[in-house]
């Protein structure tokens, strides 16, 4: 049984691969998630430390949480993967589908600390991995959105046919190319659902990594 950490973002592609990676009979033993420097944020979708940890729990997974800047992420994530090593793990899941980039990345910090990445998903038809998560039981909140792909009513929207049929055809409806990201809640592999509150959305501008304009659902 292969040992591994999941590089975790709380969002759909996440739990899927996990959930495939769990069937296929790897021993997860961790899930991997990178904060901002002051540890207040999620990098991947913005979500807050104790909704992860809360997601974790009822998962039943560890959640190792790391602070990072965009200067120093990947010799922070790095650093970390080597110290999963020394804990005898072998692999690193990831939820990415198709962007070579991302794979790319993933084996290089990956081969860096002498584990094997894996991709669960790698290659599938993006919205039959979808139509897979609703299939399953899965239930997700989306917590983000590219404002310049869909405007502010999408966000804070639950994941679900609704929403699917009413994104506009430039979007995907994996969101595989960033135009939303979502928060997992529940489903078969939840020991129970994660309690959580849309308390607003807001707009966010950043500069870092790359000049941005997203609407951001502030969960609690």
């Known amino acids: 049984m292969p040992r591994a950490f999941f590089s975790w973002s709380g969002g759909k592609d996440s739990m899927l691969a996990l959930h495939r990676a769990l069937d296929a009979g790897y021993r997860v033993e961790a899930l991997l998630a990178m904060f901002d420097d002051r540890g207040e944020r999620s990098r991947s979708h913005a979500l807050p430390p104790a909704l992860m940890q809360a997601q974790a729990d009822a998962l039943g997974i560890p959640l190792v949480m790391c602070r990072a800047s965009w200067t120093d992420y990947e010799a922070v994530f790095i650093e970390q993967l080597r110290r999963f090593a020394a804990q005898g793990l072998t692999h690193g899941l990831f939820g990415d589908i198709d962007l070579q980039a991302h794979r790319d990345w993933e084996e290089r910090v990956c081969a860096a600390a002498g584990l094997q990445a894996a991709l669960p998903l790698w290659q599938q038809p993006r919205r039959a991995l979808v139509d897979e998560l609703l299939?399953?039981?899965?239930?997700?909140?989306?917590?983000?959105?590219?404002?310049?792909?869909?405007?502010?009513?999408?966000?804070?929207?639950?994941?679900?046919?609704?929403?699917?049929?009413?994104?506009?055809?430039?979007?995907?409806?994996?969101?595989?190319?960033?135009?939303?990201?979502?928060?997992?809640?529940?489903?078969?592999?939840?020991?129970?659902?994660?309690?959580?509150?849309?308390?607003?959305?807001?707009?966010?501008?950043?500069?870092?990594?790359?000049?941005g304009h997203h609407v951001v659902a502030e969960l609690a």
């Open 135 to 211: 299939a399953l039981g899965y239930r997700a909140r989306v917590v983000c959105v590219d404002a310049r792909c869909l405007d502010a009513s999408f966000c804070g929207r639950l994941f679900d046919a609704d929403f699917i049929a009413a994104l506009p055809p430039t979007v995907d409806a994996c969101g595989e190319n960033g135009e939303f990201h979502t928060f997992v809640f529940d489903g078969p592999r939840f020991a129970r659902p994660v309690p959580h509150v849309l308390q607003a959305v807001h707009e966010r501008r950043s500069t870092n990594p790359a000049p």
